[in-house]
T-cell receptor, first 110, second 115 residues
């Protein structure tokens, strides 16, 4: 079964502190992993995907197949990072649906 | 470039009624996916359409049905509404291919409340 788990519903850190949003997945095969973000009053948008190995807005995420994890990290949090973050996987075979985790609400305190 | 649009923004229905939600895909996109997002949950895949054909379906009953039109816009229809159908319904479009293997761009959603 395909499943994405984000163990923290809420995460609060101070500005300038490091941030790590956890994501674990369950999938028998090679999925494609994503992080989506939703800022206040905005639509859901792609933040980054593992195959591009980019750093977007200072965020990075490394796919660890041994631990089946895809944690999102940023060394120095900024207030504008406050948002809802969703980890998602997509099968590279069959129906190309996105399977989302429950999401983590990140709050950056000044 | 025009983004994904959805209508209406909000909708209130009563149990047993039927509802139609609409989505206009982003320019140049021929694949549309629909998701249901209940309060406090992540989006759940309902189904996907590619060039007017259903291209994959999630774990939703047959009273959830859809259409895609030649201009790639799409409708989500829900019959015999239940209280648990209250949710935000998201439409996402992607550039194409039956594999749907491109980035999905989301619309703002339609908030459906069933009383």
């Amino acid at each position: 079964a395909q499943r994405v788990t984000q163990p923290e519903k809420l995460l609060s850190v101070f500005k300038g502190a490091p941030v790590e949003l956890k994501c674990n997945y369950s999938y028998s095969g090679s999925p494609e992993l994503f992080w989506y973000v939703q800022y206040s009053r905005q639509r859901l948008q792609l933040l980054l995907r593992h195959i591009s190995r980019e750093s977007i807005k200072g965020f990075t995420a490394d796919l660890n197949k041994g631990e089946t994890s895809f944690h999102l990290k940023k060394p120095f949090a900024q207030e504008e990072d406050s948002a809802m973050y969703y980890c998602a996987l997509r099968s590279i075979q069959g129906a190309q649906k996105l399977v989302f985790g429950q999401g983590t609400r990140l709050t950056i305190n000044p | 470039e025009t983004g994904v649009t959805q209508s209406p923004t909000h909708l209130i229905k009563t149990r047993g009624q039927q509802v139609t939600l609409r989505c206009s895909s982003q320019s140049g996109h021929n694949t549309v996916s629909w998701y249901q997002q209940a309060l406090g949950q992540g989006p759940q895949f309902i189904f996907q359409y590619y060039r007017e054909e259903e291209n994959g379906r999630g774990n939703f009953p047959p009273r959830f049905s859809g259409l895609q039109f030649p201009n790639y816009s799409s409708e989500l229809n829900v019959n015999a509404l239940e209280l648990d159908d209250s949710a935000l319904y998201l439409c996402a479009s992607s550039p194409g291919g039956s594999s749907g293997a491109d980035t999905q761009y989301f619309g703002p959603g339609t908030r459906l409340t069933v009383l």
